[in-house]
């Protein structure tokens, strides 16, 4: 559709693209897990078969990126060489391989009136994924959404149109080979910036709205979604070096936390200090981060062993940089340390350096976040990391699902009893 | 604060009971489950100690109950009694002797690198809980949040305001006694309309907001709050009777799903026949419904068959009647049955009666609802019946909670990761 349509045929597209989702779900909800892997196999092998027309597509968003205004980071992401499509094929496989999330049972039990109880998992219905740049996420969307029974409607980027075209055919190939419904996997072609508001207004069609991108893309679409959202904002994850710390210990976890990739969730954004042991650990850390070139802001009391760092702002304690910034402060113990990080922290993934056993129980205990990490790399919080396999974001909401979102996170369950004729009498 | 009072003291008013509750919830996150049990005990020793005052504060209730204009069903939902009292100190115990939900091991693994990786049992946080009439269900809520670590806020109708603030005053004595948050349960005393909306707005003081009542104040709720919400909508409960149902079997469920309670969420509204024992069923359990005044309102076939019903409409088909009303239609099988529930229903709780093994694993996992009956009363659907305890409600949404809400539903989980310095590598 072209970008002059009105709002109402534009409303009508996407009711009749969320009615077709949720047709296809409904025959999804069914299918069984062989027919699913089949899918999964079929697609992979076809990203390969058909890598030529894809990276084709590729191209002419490439050659675009200049128009758009995409740095060289951002066209490095958009970009699709045959290593990311064997990668991308490899992850579908990876998925085929899990077990089935959709009818696994999660607790059943036995009635003393003889009812059977069972609790079964179940798919959402439908997805609908939001995202920036990045193509191959597309693949690994679908393959998700695909195995847990769900219908998926994807918006991606206007940048990398070409390319989700290209893939998206591939992934609907696969769905009519295997005889399951073209509309599993729909891709919202229209560039129009209305869609996607109209799409969040549509409840009764999309059960999950699943937003990946910068903040500002996300905080948009929670105010404006009228179903549930998946999502996190930002990953301001903090270490928490205790005067019990092991320092060459606590050395090694930071520079990797803040080191190793800074410009994913998981990379750490706060170093907090015990005051006892500020003296001995912040000259050395303070010099480890320098020789990485990683600038310091910190408190008064942080400057005073790394002169070389910038005074913090209160802005910084709540910062995500994603870059090689890291915000530093000396506390008064561990009740200072867990204030401090329910307070400016994001919920994500904070740790502790610690041998003392009875700090790391209360730390893991009082700080309320996804995930609570003693004595090891906040990077670590990933799905794969964790051995749940591929996922399709991490969640800082306390709802539904918590930290990494697989395959378990994107279905729900139901209720199955199994009676004789029993009646209720009380 | 009176009825006069500005939105902007409102709204400060409204931000102090989100901060003390978002306080209490840090401490009782913590607390052990010996403490809350002692809490529960304690305050059930209390309800009985005091039932004198609590009794009169409801008399005050019942005095006033005219100018409210409450029905006679209402006036009695509303009257406490020493039985009542009683019943609400028992559920506490019953409450107390439940799993704590707080720290149990939902999943654990070690993985290769070392790391122990383990998937707990925490609480929300605060909940906001809205509920009309009944006064017992203070107690109710306050029992299952306390055992679940959460800090609460109550607003009840303003009709039970004398009886609900002398339940909290012996919940909050309760709580002080055993030196626990007294913000832990709060009670919104005012009755000012603009209360509730302000509180929803507070997104970071309230995790979740669960109403009870009538279909207007959910609706309501969902529209507003800024925060996840637990609810359902309506019950309108499907019993299907399959072509190889036994029918002694069908009039028996359909008699105590329609009949036993009519005013709950779980007594069935509709009723589905296969076409091919239409002839021989209908009039049979026509009869025996009309014995027990239930007026049944069908779709042609029905009435050839039940002369004395009067024509369905459209909306009978989607209509909660809370009565004794039964919608009722002829089905041409299986497919037109389930198509039917998941189109008209309310994905609360639906049964189909066969003897088909077949037919009953098709229907288990095509009707997209909470809870799905082979051969039982749809009036089994309830935390109690199910084995899982006290709820403070049924869910039919599918993000978090479906069916059943108890402690389990009540709290979220976090992954606590121990390691030895682990760092990451790729």
Same mark, same amino acid.
């Given at each position: 559709?072209?970008?002059?349509?009105?709002?109402?045929?534009?409303?009508?597209?996407?009711?009749? !693209?969320?009615?077709?989702?949720?047709?296809?779900?409904?025959?999804?909800?069914?299918?069984?897990?062989?027919?699913?892997?089949?899918?999964? @196999?079929?697609?992979?092998?076809?990203?390969?078969?058909? /890598?030529?027309?894809? @990276?084709?597509? %590729?191209?002419?968003?490439?050659?675009?990126?200049?128009?758009?205004?995409?740095?060289?980071?951002?066209?490095?992401? !958009?970009?699709?060489?045959?290593?990311?499509?064997?990668?991308?094929?490899?992850?579908?496989? *990876?998925?085929?391989?899990?077990?089935?999330?959709?009818?696994?049972?999660?607790?059943?039990?036995?009635?003393?009136?003889?009812?059977?109880? &069972?609790?079964?998992?179940?798919? !959402?219905?439908?997805?609908?994924? @939001?995202?920036?740049? &990045?193509? %191959?996420?597309?693949?690994?969307?679908?393959?998700?959404?695909?195995? /847990? =029974? %769900?219908?998926?409607?994807?918006? =991606?980027?206007?940048?990398? !149109?070409?390319?989700?075209?290209?893939?998206?055919?591939?992934?609907?190939?696969?769905?009519?080979?295997?005889?399951?419904?073209?509309?599993?996997?729909?891709?919202?072609?229209?560039?129009?910036?209305?869609?996607?508001?109209?799409?969040?207004?549509?409840?009764?069609?999309?059960?999950?709205?699943?937003?990946?991108?910068?903040?500002?893309?996300? +905080?948009?679409?929670?105010?404006?979604?009228?179903?549930?959202?998946?999502?996190?904002?930002?990953?301001?994850?903090?270490?928490?070096?205790?005067?019990?710390?092991?320092?060459?210990?606590?050395?090694?976890?930071?520079?990797?936390?803040?080191?190793?990739?800074?410009?994913?969730?998981?990379?750490?954004?706060?170093?907090?200090?015990?005051?006892?042991?500020?003296?001995?650990?912040?000259? +050395?850390?303070?010099?480890?981060?320098?020789?990485?070139?990683?600038?310091?802001?910190?408190?008064?009391?942080?400057? *005073?062993?790394?002169?070389?760092?910038?005074?913090?702002?209160?802005?910084?304690?709540?910062?995500?940089?994603?870059?090689?910034?890291?915000?530093?402060?000396?506390?008064?113990?561990?009740?200072?340390?867990?204030?401090?990080?329910?307070?400016?922290?994001?919920?994500?993934?904070?740790?502790?350096?610690? %041998?003392?056993?009875?700090?790391?129980? &209360?730390?893991?205990?009082?700080?309320?976040?996804?995930?609570?990490?003693?004595?090891?790399?906040?990077?670590?919080?990933?799905?794969?990391?964790?051995?749940?396999?591929?996922?399709?974001?991490?969640?800082?909401?306390?709802?539904?699902?918590?930290?990494?979102?697989?395959?378990?996170?994107?279905?729900?369950?139901?209720?199955?009893?199994?009676?004789? =004729? *029993?009646?209720?009498?009380?």
């Amino acid at each position: 559709m072209s970008e002059r349509t009105s709002i109402a045929d534009l409303s009508a597209y996407c009711r009749e !693209l969320g009615r077709r989702a949720r047709d296809a779900s409904r025959s999804l909800a069914t299918v069984s897990g062989e027919v699913k892997n089949r899918w999964l @196999l079929s697609a992979a092998e076809s990203l390969l078969a058909k /890598s030529a027309a894809i @990276l084709k597509a %590729n191209q002419q968003d490439l050659a675009r990126a200049g128009e758009y205004g995409l740095n060289a980071a951002q066209i490095d992401r !958009l970009k699709l060489t045959p290593p990311r499509l064997e990668a991308a094929a490899l992850g579908l496989r *990876q998925v085929a391989a899990l077990p089935d999330p959709v009818g696994r049972v999660l607790e059943g039990s036995v009635r003393p009136n003889g009812l059977k109880i &069972r609790k079964l998992g179940v798919p !959402l219905g439908v997805l609908f994924f @939001l995202y920036e740049s &990045r193509p %191959n996420v597309t693949v690994d969307a679908g393959g998700l959404a695909a195995k /847990s =029974g %769900n219908a998926l409607i994807l918006r =991606g980027g206007k940048e990398a !149109l070409h390319s989700n075209t290209a893939l998206v055919d591939v992934l609907q190939s696969a769905l009519k080979e295997c005889r399951l419904p073209v509309d599993s996997v729909q891709l919202v072609t229209s560039t129009n910036r209305e869609m996607v508001g109209e799409l969040l207004k549509l409840k009764e069609f999309i059960d999950l709205v699943i937003p990946r991108g910068g903040e500002s893309l996300i +905080r948009r679409v929670a105010e404006e979604a009228t179903m549930p959202v998946l999502k996190h904002y930002r990953g301001n994850c903090h270490v928490y070096v205790h005067r019990a710390a092991d320092l060459d210990m606590a050395e090694r976890i930071i520079i990797n936390a803040k080191c190793q990739r800074p410009g994913v969730c998981n990379a750490m954004e706060s170093l907090l200090v015990d005051a006892e042991i500020a003296p001995a650990f912040l000259p +050395r850390i303070g010099q480890a981060l320098r020789e990485k070139d990683v600038e310091i802001r910190g408190c008064a009391q942080t400057r *005073q062993f790394v002169p070389w760092a910038t005074p913090a702002s209160v802005e910084d304690y709540d910062a995500e940089y994603l870059e090689l910034i890291l915000s530093a402060k000396v506390v008064n113990g561990l009740e200072e340390a867990i204030v401090h990080i329910n307070r400016h922290g994001s919920q994500h993934t904070d740790a502790i350096v610690t %041998n003392d056993i009875n700090a790391a129980q &209360r730390f893991t205990e009082a700080v309320d976040s996804a995930a609570v990490m003693v004595n090891a790399s906040t990077r670590f919080h990933d799905g794969f990391e964790f051995g749940l396999g591929a996922e399709i974001g991490i969640s800082t909401d306390k709802f539904h699902a918590r930290g990494p979102c697989g395959l378990q996170e994107l279905t729900t369950y139901k209720y199955v009893v199994i009676g004789k =004729g *029993q009646i209720r009498d009380g």
